[in-house]
Nanobody, 124 residues
Framework: QVQLVESGGGLVQAGGSLRLSCAAS????????MGWFRQAPGKEREFVAV????????YYADSVKGRFTISRDNAKNTVYLQMNRLKPEDTAVYYC?????????????????WGQGTQVTVST
């Protein structure tokens, strides 16, 4: 089992920044690719970003590319999502998730563990 706990969400004005953290406990954190997803009200959950085990490879959704940065610290069992130039359309509950088989990083159904989510609200 892997337990994931997100933090760092909140209310921010458009153009501002937030950094989300996801702390993992349980099995070896470095064995897992780590992803961030989000779900806005009335919408399906969508992929935001993923970082592979060693941290050397990352992928982003087009909607956040150039504004968001995913990173990880395997010594601290933590993955981060730095969000800059936030827009109202970034408002959502943000979830981190752990994926053992990193080949399937784009498929939500393949992720093995999920956090409870943290709310991000961007005001105009």
């Amino acid at each position: 089992q892997v337990q994931l706990v997100e933090s760092g969400g909140g209310l921010v004005q458009a153009g501002g920044s937030l950094r989300l953290s996801c702390a993992a406990s349980g099995r070896t954190f470095s064995n897992y690719a780590m992803g961030w997803f989000r779900q806005a009200p009335g919408k399906e959950r969508e992929f935001v970003a993923v970082i592979m085990r060693s941290g050397g490879t990352t992928y982003y959704a087009d909607s956040v590319k150039g504004r968001f940065t995913i990173s990880r610290d395997n010594a601290k069992n933590t993955v981060y999502l730095q969000m800059n130039r936030l827009k109202p359309e970034d408002t959502a509950v943000y979830y981190c998730a752990a994926l053992l088989n990193s080949y399937y990083w784009l498929s939500q159904d393949e992720y093995d563990y999920w956090g409870q989510g943290t709310q991000v609200t961007v005001s105009t």
